[in-house]
């Protein structure tokens, strides 16, 4: 059984005279960030001579249309990232028949050794061998120089089975190409009406893996609808349910935007979730069934959404099926009224450390800070701030030791640097020390609310009792608990002392990512004052 597809490259005689120049500057005309679906191939794992196949679905491919025939595809391969530093457009051409052309080859990009790359049109060939698998055999296409498409308006259907191919400057294949092309819309994201009031909301979940999900997002009820923006990645994009008496529904396949960090445009997409047992692995599984809606009960006087049992939310990465990015499980909104109050003690894992290690000059330890109160009461994360004190006193991370902009005794309990600071879901933070000789380690909180701060109390471990744990005791010796330690803190959260209210990343040419990139990023900081502070991290 042979089956035939048509991939990219074309014969060395060809490429001289019909090799269009490099383009890298964006062309003119209406630009269209498009869903993109394809197959392609790319190397990948141990053995990189033979590429990997891959269904693409959900990738943003961006097509700019001049107006007069001429339609720019910003370069067509989801993987592009693990091979190119600059980016380059591919040209199409209307024909008479109304067709786009891709007339091939065109140069596309450098590589990030230098090497500039070139579309070709190869030839795939897939047989099967003796076992019934799929054998694929590549070769440059003879027998045309062009790519054809369907087009208009930002609608785009490739008509053939041909590949678009990443060759060097000698035709050699790089085991990069695509083919079966489809953009399209990816629809509009929902948009807050005039005059909406937004709101704080605590939501509670549990995502696909079980995990604790606890933090604030912003929601709106006007009339007799209801806008919340549940998820993580897409902090402004809302989903929009419709209000009757005590219940609210949500409608699957609401559009949430592009994911720099994920590659890929997002979808809120409403399902049920099902414990369901493996007896082979004998272990419980989470299985997704797509839902039309997404029910709740509604308490309109206390602000109150409480889902149906395992209803659930899926930050999805496909409009047509499940394709998970997280999932919130049994979520929960409940609008957030400020108050002050006093929060909950830190909690220091006795398992949670690892001792100097000489070879690498550091050791961590894993802190808690809850965001909770003392009542067991959520609190804003957004207004705490944690100490760490060493050997019993206040520990200061200079910008000699530690990925800081300037030294810090207060941690915002939503800091992490992606270096030596992490924060982690559910309050949990990892803390990386360079210096060896640590004989106790504390941890303290604070919280500032309506003008009050109040602290909790300072929760220390010796060094000693991480050291001797034994995870088969019944009983692991409690923490050391102090009172709370308000004197020789640098800042006390007042008007003088400006502090990190959110950030963004940013990569050097602009792009706003979840998540600093390999390279140069640009750290912009909005600051308790109202100003913005942006800062240059470079990550190896």
Not at 71 to 88: A, C, L, N, R
Request: hydrophobic residues 35%.
């Amino acid at each position: 059984m042979t089956k035939t597809f048509t991939l990219l490259t074309i014969a060395a005689m060809m490429a001289a005279s019909n090799t269009f120049a490099q383009v890298t500057d964006q062309p003119e005309g209406t630009v269209y960030d498009t869903y993109a679906e394809s197959e392609s191939f790319f190397p990948w794992g141990q053995d990189a001579t033979k590429p990997t196949i891959e269904a693409n679905q959900g990738y943003r491919l961006q097509l700019i249309d001049d107006g007069e025939g001429t339609v720019y595809m910003k370069h067509p391969f989801p993987q592009q990232w693990s091979i190119t530093e600059d980016d380059g457009y591919l040209k199409l051409t209307r024909q008479t028949d109304g067709t786009y052309a891709m007339e091939l080859p065109q140069a596309v990009f450098y590589t990030s050794d230098g090497r500039l790359t070139y579309a070709h049109v190869y030839n795939v060939t897939v047989t099967q061998d003796e076992d019934g698998k799929d054998v694929y055999s590549y070769a440059p296409c003879t027998t045309t120089d062009r790519i054809t498409f369907d087009y208009a308006d930002g609608v785009l259907t490739q008509r053939d089975d041909l590949m678009i191919a990443l060759t060097d400057a000698n035709d050699k294949w790089l085991l990069y190409g695509v083919w079966k092309i489809k953009c399209s819309s990816p629809g509009e994201k929902v948009l807050l009406p005039a005059g909406a009031e937004l709101k704080d909301y605590l939501l509670k979940a549990t995502d696909d893996y079980g995990y604790k999900v606890n933090r604030m997002v912003k929601g709106a009820v006007v009339g007799n609808d209801i806008y919340m923006a549940p998820f993580a990645d897409f902090e402004d994009s809302f989903i929009r349910g419709t209000i009757e008496g005590d219940r609210a529904s949500f409608p699957t396949n609401q559009y949430l935007g592009f994911s720099p960090f994920w590659d890929r445009h997002a979808y809120a997409r409403t399902a049920k979730m099902e414990e369901v047992w493996d007896e082979e692995a004998e272990d419980w599984f989470n299985i997704f069934e797509d839902a039309a809606t997404a029910e709740f009960d509604f308490d309109a006087e206390k602000g109150v959404l409480t889902a149906d049992y395992n209803t659930s939310i899926i930050e999805n990465g496909s409009p047509d099926k499940i394709a998970i990015i997280t999932a919130l499980v049994n979520p929960s909104f409940t609008r957030f009224v400020e108050r002050a109050a006093t929060p909950a003690d830190p909690q220091l894992p006795i398992y949670g450390f690892a001792p100097f290690d000489p070879d690498y000059g550091d050791s961590y330890f894993i802190v808690v800070i809850p965001e909770e109160d003392v009542d067991g009461n959520f609190i804003n994360p957004s207004q705490l701030y944690y100490n760490i004190f060493i050997d019993g006193e206040l520990f200061t991370f200079d910008e000699d030791d530690y990925d800081v902009w300037e030294p810090m005794t207060e941690i915002p309990a939503t800091y992490d640097n992606g270096e030596d600071i992490f924060s982690r879901d559910g309050g949990q933070k990892v803390i990386y020390f360079y210096f060896e000789g640590i004989e106790s380690f504390g941890a303290q909180s604070y919280y500032t609310a309506c003008g009050e701060t109040h602290y909790s109390n300072l929760v220390t471990r010796t060094m000693e009792q991480y050291l001797n744990y034994d995870e088969d005791d019944d009983e692991w010796p409690d923490p050391i608990i102090s009172d709370p330690v308000t004197t020789g803190i640098r800042c006390t959260r007042d008007a003088t002392c400006s502090q990190v209210v959110n950030s963004v990343w940013y990569t050097a040419n602009g792009q706003m990512t979840v998540a600093p990139v390999h390279g140069l990023n640009i750290r912009s900081m909005k600051m308790t004052d109202g100003t913005v502070k942006n800062i240059k991290v470079f990550v190896k």
